[in-house]
């Protein structure tokens, strides 16, 4: 056996998310369909380095799984993209140690999330960027930002139905800039909760409109409460981009 690890790309618009669920089409049961068919009718689970939610995107989704086929890197990727379906692909393939793990192995994520801003919205972006009619401020918005970044508890930015027990992360970068008519923040962090960033987007378009101000982050993220925060922002604006190992 040996482990393969896998980089992917998907194009969200279609799927109920990266996970696999009991009614719903997911990027999980794709690759493993895929998977299956390559080894003859075995079952050959997949690792995710997290989930994506239904309509996020990815550029840089890594996986890994072990195999009992020996087949040279370049020769999994073209052979993977024949067997899967269009919004879904592998973008590099490699050998990794036995005991690398997808998942548990990561030390940073990088996500962005694209807001198209100008009054009419775009109907060839209507599924990848989030549509703002109205101007927003990114001054007050960057300000907003840098009380964000380093380690803090986030669980004014992460949403109620979750298990995780410890919600410290560390933020190391965030940067907001307008390409043309669009504004893409990009986010770089240890590790993000659920819907951290939507959550955090929602807030920032809410500083952005002139509805809350910049220092509002400092009591926000002091009080600990969902609450506090602003709205989920949708999902379609969000990219998984990057996803660092040690």
């Known amino acids: 056996m040996q482990r393969i690890k896998m980089t992917l790309s998907y194009d969200g618009t279609a799927f109920n998310g990266y996970q696999i669920q009991p009614n719903g089409r997911t990027v999980q049961e794709e690759v493993q369909c895929a998977l299956k068919q390559m080894h003859k009718g075995a079952s050959i689970p997949i690792t995710g380095s997290g989930r994506t939610d ?54 940073r994520k990088t996500y962005q999330y694209r807001v198209h801003n100008r009054a009419a919205s ?22 907003a930002a840098a009380h964000l970044i380093g380690e803090h508890d986030f669980t004014s930015f992460c949403a109620s139905k979750t298990d995780v027990k410890n919600k410290v992360r ?12 669009e504004l893409v923040f990009t986010f770089e962090g240890s590790g993000f909760l659920y819907n ?7 807030t920032f378009l809410e500083i952005g409109r002139g509805r809350r ?34």
């Open 196 to 202: 951290m960033v939507r959550i955090l987007m929602g």
């Open 54 to 107: 239904a309509r996020v995107h990815a550029h840089g989704q890594i996986i890994h799984f072990d195999t009992p086929l020996s087949i040279p890197s370049e020769n999994w990727t073209r052979a993977l993209n024949a067997q899967l379906p269009q919004d879904v692909r592998v973008l590099h393939t490699e050998t990794a140690p036995s005991d690398f793990h997808a998942r548990y192995d990561v030390v």
């Open 170 to 181: 560390t933020i190391y970068r965030i940067e907001i800039e307008r390409i043309q008519d």
């Open 122 to 143: 775009d109907v060839f972006r209507r599924n990848y960027a989030v549509h703002e009619p109205h101007p927003l401020n990114v001054k007050e918005m960057r300000r």
């Open 213 to 246: 101000s910049a220092n509002e982050l400092v009591s926000i993220l002091e009080a600990k409460d969902r609450n506090t925060a602003g709205k989920t922002a949708p999902p379609h604006g969000l990219y998984l981009l990057e996803v660092s190992y040690r």
